[in-house]
């Protein structure tokens, strides 16, 4: 009896192809298991064939025998298995073809080819023959079905259709088809083609016919001489898209407040539309968590609101395969309003009821929907009976009202529900979930490819719910009706063949079935008999490095498997033992190359069909060495420098000296040389200061060292012999040696480098040690910079390497190159971890965490904790693990018990002293219960007393942290006054039964929640208790403003209190006169609540006056605004502002902050250079000194900078409405700043400045206001400037005198009057003078025919009238007309009118209205009248 193997070596170690996790990979050898089938695995590099874990068959050895039924694998058999795990452990080499080395990225021999495709698809499921074309040629093989069109084939109609089917085989198969069961003869329809060496079909609409006629259900069928292979049963359907019914809308009229919903109803489709909805306009929907559209494509409306009644709504759907949308008829909305909506709880919209169920198969996704009603909208919140949501699967989509479950597995069955709620109510849906499964596979039919006499099986195992059925075809043919075969037996899901020979080859199907779906899966039985074949290239050649681990491959083909064996040089003895190993799998290791092992290697495979052989070239090299390293160098700026690097490599193979700088690749430049055994850098600068890495390779292998190169800045020559040399870093100390060598000690010594010119003050010694964070240094321990040998002391267990830091004034020098190594001895541990902690991360959990010891506490390798812990007070047996990490989670714990913990380290050689008791809590879970009897009791008008009953212990759940209060404003009891209901909580710590609540504001309604918290969260809330807070005193009026227009009056305004706090009874007014240190009588002014202006006459005009204004409830006044009146003219000389710089505009809206100067500084000042402006200005200068800061006018402080970091020197230069700020600092460049300032109704606002932004300018400002500012570092706002004050100055300029009192103006006004007089005396002299004037002398331009006014003869025009006016223009007709509608007769007379005298002849006033017309008619003898002399004058 004959069976096909597959044998060889695998590649290089991590080359193997990837088997699946769930598989047993080619790469592993297994144990002795009843394995009755053999797969084909070939594996890249070499192209290895081996059986996998899908082959389960008998094994035979070379005579042919055959096993009992207990069938395990032969020895030969196992060695396939075992033989690619020695693939792993191929050392460093390369390999050639004959001379030729195969390099990266080459082509590989067709044979590896065929190897690496037959592991690759062994290993998805699928049996393949090798593709090695002699092979392909010899090996026969069933047909398989490799592309095929999907179960439901949706076409589109204006496309031919196209019924893909592709199968494989030797010899090629042939095709045909059947049409709901029924053979299809393609070759009477002429519209039905097959493509050629396929049987894929084309149905071809250019010459006529309806797609529809093709609907049904079609199979492929693909045979050979030894079997049929299926296709699915492919459904084929015709895309529709149907057009949407026409009909007519009627408005849908609907009350404001009440739910709606406006259906779609979409015409069916195939596939199904998508619906969308939008406006006849095409403009979309806005969707929110009231208006949205659900799963069905209808649109609900939680609650319609007035603004919906805006657009039309119109359903649009969109068919995928014919790329159309049709759209429904638009809805239009008609609301009827009311006084107001009322609140209404919530109701369900869809689904309807409180239950409904739902079916969903397992691996689709589950969509659960809940569209509520009510006003204010309401909430929809997820839950599922019994459990949680799983997280991982489930999202919430359409705002919480759709819920998705993907991948729907058996697990997500049961009751799911969502709540509605909103303040006024809620209301829940239950929606039972059951979840059915088409067939799905646990053990898919695979080919199976055999050995004449060998046995086999093939499984065909699914499940479903319900439970799917199985029935078995064999070349399309079912089982019963198939000819009989007694090696063939059927147990259900299997069918059994044992003894099998070439007649058995064939195709058998498995079809597995129920109500939601089917399975169909074709497998062949092969069986082959086929001679050894090598796979890989011959005469291969590998080279290796000396003393390296090699491995030497010879892959195979066969059938029955071969076996095989390694010679060397032609030697009759075959190679294993000593230097040589050879795997099960048939892999030749050589564990130490050495050059002995030169020469050329034989495989030889054997079965009872004959031999086929091999060779392996070894070549031995020398390793790659870097024997002159390249050193630590400390260089002058502008210097040259060299670093060595000389090579020693083997001679046959090309060797490439390259160089890193800081790990990257160095650009070697003009200033750079590099040679085979050194780098040479010229006028060395900063930048070339970092670490070098000198790397020699060869195409085998490559060693590199790294030197780190320090560049010093230039120093100053001495000017004289005395003159300070220059002072460094001091060099790295060097010779590190250990002696006096202990169990816990150690001496170092080191020989110290040079100090640069500067003294070395400490010594640092570190230590690394390569267990725990290798590559890692760590400080050791400090010694003066006076000696040079220490005593070390150190823990058991750590493998030591120790350096040397230096240092002085000026820094650390590099550190010193390590020194040797040394480990101590073991020991058990002598501490145990600290910070040990027990938590709840859930409720029924506990989480024992610690700080883990660090590797000078280890004392001893693979350290370890015992962690135990017990139920406190209780007499239970501990419970006990041993964890290697810092943590350990306690699962199914009760909710909050105490525990008591010890966690003991332990290593290697013993455990660590007994631990202490910790004591733990498991997880907390939300508390069950709130407070009860909650009693409120107002203590004034902006606190609360409460008192509550405390819950028990056992509904706490956890640690009780504190009792908490949740309050909002509900509204105020002042009518239209908005309020904030923003939610605000107090807290109240402990146990505790009573507590106050502040800071609320008087005269308001309010709500109140307690709830008891422990570390999980909130409890339940209590009954929401409401109260009302008293009336209060208000707030300070807003935006008090005092202007002062003149010397006699000053205006008072302000606005009403931000917070009345009550109802307003009036406004209090107290005000007194000041004169330096002199205070006058306070007079005290009430006014009406609606009152918001006064107006005050002044005593005199030299006196300030100080405004305090207060606003009044019944229950007193509240806090009051203060304001000072401007200072009079001679209390405050204005000089020129300084030179005006670019200022940085920073707008600050809202904000009121200006005014005059008011005080001086107190130091001594240097006058600063002023340019002259149009408005005075003033300036206002702090120091950083601790006196109080004042302001003056027109100066500058000039200071020193302090030693620290300060700011000093602000200098504020205000306007009306703005005001220029600058000031000093010591910090660095970027430093950024913030300016604050308050106005007098103590308003407070910042201003943030980037870097270097001076001068800033704070706009918004208010005329005749009082502010106060500082300007402090945004990093550290505990550096200040000192508090400024500065004063805007009045929009009025306060120091102008009444223009009326000036004896100029009054001079002016009488000798205009007096001139004026004069015109009217002699306009009344030319008037008296009488007489009618003739209208025109006919000179130039006569008025047209059409000129009425020619005939009335009554007209008083001068003789330059008939001219053409400037402005006017020559109609077509001759006639003059004018460009200005202005210019008609009505405009120049007074009041509209013309001026007449006796005779009714008219006097012109031409001259009036147009000062150029006037000096061409100076010769006119029209009389003037008096007002237009006037006129004419000014």
């Not at 592993?28 to 899908?54: H, K, N």
């Not at 390497?801 to 650390?812: H, P």
Request: charged share 25%; proline share 8%.
């Amino acid at each position: 009896m004959r069976r096909l193997a597959a044998r060889g070596a695998a590649g290089d170690a991590g080359e193997a192809a990837a088997p699946a996790a769930d598989r047993t990979d080619c790469a592993r050898g297994r144990g002795r298991s009843p394995w009755r089938l053999i797969d084909l695995c070939a594996i890249w590099d070499s192209g290895v064939v081996l059986p996998a874990a899908d082959w389960k068959g008998p094994s035979s050895g070379v005579a042919g025998r055959r096993l009992n039924k207990a069938e395990v694998l032969s020895s030969v058999q196992k060695a396939q298995f075992q033989r690619l795990e020695a693939a792993r452990l191929r050392g460093p080499g390369s390999r050639e073809r004959g001379p030729v080395l195969r390099m990266a990225g080459q082509q590989p021999p067709p044979g590896v080819l065929a190897a690496l495709l037959l592991c690759l698809l062994s290993l998805g499921g699928a049996i393949e023959i090798p593709m090695d074309p002699s092979i392909q040629n010899e090996l026969s093989q069933p047909p398989t079905i490799t592309k095929q069109s999907v179960k439901d084939h949706i076409v589109d109609p204006r496309d031919n259709i196209l019924i893909e089917c592709e199968a494989k085989g030797n010899p090629a198969p042939s095709f045909h088809w059947t049409r709901n069961s029924r053979f299809f003869n393609i070759a009477k329809d002429p519209r039905v083609s097959m493509r050629r060496r396929s049987g894929t079909l084309v149905i071809d609409f250019r010459s006529g016919g309806r797609p529809e006629e093709y609907e049904g259900e079609y199979q492929c069928f693909a045979r050979n001489k030894f079997g049929t292979a299926l296709s699915n049963r492919i459904r084929l359907q015709v895309s529709k898209s149907p057009l949407w019914p026409k009909e007519n809308l009627d408005p849908v009229v609907v009350q404001e407040g009440a739910p709606l919903t406006l259906q779609c109803n979409p015409p069916p489709g195939l596939p199904s539309p998508v619906i969308f909805w939008m406006s006849s306009s095409m403009e979309p929907i806005t969707q929110d968590k009231r208006v949205s559209q659900g799963h069905n494509g209808d649109l609900y409306f939680s609650s319609v609101m007035l603004p919906d009644m805006q657009t039309d709504y119109s359903c649009n759907a969109r068919f995928h395969f014919t790329h159309t949308i049709q759209q429904k008829n638009a809805f239009t909305l008609k609301v009827l309003t009311t006084r107001g909506v009322a609140e209404r709880t919530p109701s369900f919209m869809y689904p309807q009821g409180t239950a409904s169920s739902q079916m969903v198969l397992r691996g689709m996704d589950l969509l659960l929907e809940c569209i509520a009603s009510g006003v204010p909208t309401p909430d929809i919140a997820w839950y599922k009976k019994g459990g949680d949501l799983p997280s991982d699967k489930a999202k919430f989509e359409n705002f919480n009202k759709a819920l998705r479950i993907t991948n729907v597995s058996e697990e997500d069955s049961g009751e799911y529900f969502c709540l509605a709620s909103n303040k006024m109510g809620s209301i829940r849906h239950t929606i039972s979930v059951r979840v059915k499964a088409a067939p799905y596979w646990l053990d898919e039919p695979k080919n199976l490819i055999l050995a004449p006499g060998e046995d086999g099986r093939l499984v065909c195992r699914a499940s479903g719910n319900p439970k799917p059925t199985v029935q078995w075809m064999v070349n399309g043919e079912p089982l019963q009706s198939a000819p009989p075969n007694p090696n063939r037996e059927v147990a259900g899901d299997t069918i059994i063949f044992r003894d099998t020979q070439i007649s058995s080859r064939a195709v058998y199907q498995c079809n597995t079935s129920n109500e939601h779906g089917y399975l169909l899966a074709n497998a062949f039985v092969s069986v082959l008999d086929v001679p050894p074949r090598m796979l890989s290239p011959r005469n291969q050649l590998i080279r290796v490095i000396l003393y390296n681990r090699t491995r030497l491959d010879c892959p195979f083909f066969g059938s029955p498997i071969p076996t095989l064996r390694w010679f060397k040089n032609g030697q009759g003895s075959n190679l294993d033992g000593g230097n040589y190993h050879v795997y099960e799998n048939g892999s030749l290791e050589i564990k130490m190359t050495r050059k002995e092992d030169q020469g050329i290697y034989t495989c030889v495979a054997t079965n009872i069909l004959g031999k086929a052989e091999n060779q392996v070239h070894l070549e031995v090299k020398d390793p790659t060495r870097i024997y002159r390293m390249p050193e630590d160098q400390v260089a002058k700026r502008g210097t040259t420098v060299q670093l060595e690097c000389r090579v020693k490599h083997d001679p046959s193979l090309k060797l490439t000296v390259s160089w890193l700088k800081d790990d990257e690749p160095l650009y070697v430049g003009n200033r750079m040389k590099k040679e085979d055994e050194s780098l040479t850098i010229f006028g060395v600068a900063e930048r070339d200061q970092g670490s070098y890495t000198c790397i020699a390779s060869t195409e085998l292998d490559q060693d590199l060292a790294k030197a780190y190169l320090t560049v010093l800045a230039d120093q100053a020559t001495p000017t004289n012999r005395l003159a300070a040399l220059p002072k460094g870093r001091p060099d790295r100390p060097r010779d590190l040696e250990l002696t006096d060598l202990a169990e816990r000690s150690v001496r170092l010594t080191w020989i110290p480098g040079d100090d640069n010119n500067s003294p070395i003050t400490d010594y640092v010694v570190q230590f690394e040690e390569d267990q725990f964070q290798p590559g890692v240094w760590h400080d050791h321990s400090k010694f003066p910079g006076s000696v040079n040998s220490a005593i070390l002391h150190l823990s058991p267990y750590v493998n030591y390497q120790f350096r040397v830091i230096a240092v002085n004034e000026v820094g650390s020098s590099h550190p010193s190159l390590p020194s040797e190594r040394y480990r101590t001895s073991g020991a058990p541990p002598e501490s145990n971890p600290a910070d040990v902690k027990g938590e709840g991360t859930r409720k029924n959990n506990m989480e024992i965490t610690w700080t883990p010891m660090n590797a000078t506490s280890a004392f001893g390798p693979n350290l370890r904790y015992i962690v135990k812990w017990r139920r406190r007070e209780t007499r239970e047996a501990w419970s006990n693990v041993t964890v290697w990490g810092s943590r350990h989670v306690v699962g199914q714990t009760p909710v909050y018990v105490p525990y008591e913990i010890r966690v003991q380290a332990e290593n290697d050689f013993g455990k660590g002293p007994e631990p202490d008791t910790v004591i733990g809590y498991s997880g907390e879970d939300y508390p069950r219960a709130a407070p009860t009897d909650v009693k409120i009791r107002v203590l004034n008008s902006t606190a609360v007393s409460l008192q509550w009953n405390r819950v028990y212990s056992d509904t706490v759940q956890g640690q009780l942290r504190e009792y908490r209060a949740y309050y909002w404003r509900e509204s105020s009891l002042l009518k239209n006054l908005w309020v904030s209901q923003k939610r605000q909580q107090a807290s109240f710590p402990g146990d505790r039964l009573r507590g106050v609540v502040s800071r609320l504001f008087p005269y308001s309604n309010y709500k109140l929640e307690m709830v008891v918290v422990n570390g999980r969260g909130d409890g339940p809330r209590s009954e929401t208790k409401e109260f009302a807070t008293p009336e209060g005193v208000p707030s300070a009026p807003r935006r008090f403003r005092v202007r002062q227009p003149n010397l006699e009056m000053i205006h008072l305004e302000w606005d009403h209190p931000e917070h009345p706090n009550g109802i307003l009874t009036g406004y209090t007014l107290k005000y007194v006169a000041f004169n330096g240190t002199k205070v006058g009588k306070q007079i005290v002014e009430n006014f009406s609540p609606n009152q918001t202006k006064f107006t005050m006459q002044r005593a005199d005009p030299v006196s300030r006056y100080r405004f305090t204004l207060s606003a009044r409830t019944q229950v007193g006044s509240g806090e009051a605004a203060t304001e000072e009146s401007p200072a009079p003219p001679n209390e405050a000389t204005p000089t020129a502002a300084p030179p005006t710089l670019s200022p940085t505009t920073v707008g600050a809206p809202g904000t009121v902050s200006s005014t005059d100067a008011t005080a001086t500084v107190a130091t001594e000042a240097t006058a600063a250079p002023i340019v002259p402006t149009t408005a005075p200005a003033a300036v206002t200068t702090t120091t950083a000194t601790e006196s109080p800061p004042t302001t003056t006018a027109g100066t500058k402080i000039h200071e020193s900078a302090p030693d620290k970091q300060s700011i000093w020197n602000v200098t504020v230069l205000p306007n009306s409405k703005w005001a220029n700020i600058t000031w000093k600092h010591s910090f660095g460049p970027g430093t950024d700043f913030v300016v604050e300032y308050t106005d007098s109704n103590h308003t407070k606002k910042t201003v943030p400045v980037k870097a270097q932004a001076q001068p800033i300018q704070l706009t918004d400002l208010y005329p005749g206001m009082t502010y106060t500012l500082r300007v402090y570092s945004r990093d550290n706002e505990g550096i200040s400037s000192a508090i400024i004050t500065f004063m805007t100055s009045s929009a009025y300029t306060n120091n102008q005198a009444d223009i009326a009192t000036q004896g100029w103006f009054i001079g002016l006004m009488c000798a205009i009057a007096l001139l004026v007089l004069i015109l009217l005396i002699v306009c009344f002299i030319k008037r008296s003078r009488g007489g009618k004037y003739p209208v025109r002398e006919k000179k130039d331009v006569p008025l047209g025919p059409e000129d009425p006014k020619e005939e009335d003869g009554s007209f008083d025009y001068s003789d330059e009238d008939n001219k053409p006016l400037q402005g006017s223009q020559t109609s077509l007709d001759g006639t003059i007309k004018q460009q200005e509608s202005d210019d008609s007769l009505v405009d120049y007379g007074e009041g509209g009118e013309g001026q007449f005298n006796e005779d009714g002849s008219f006097i012109g006033q031409y001259t009036v209205k147009k000062d150029k017309e006037e000096t061409e008619g100076n010769e006119s003898s029209e009389a003037t009248s008096p007002v237009n002399a006037i006129y004419s004058l000014a």
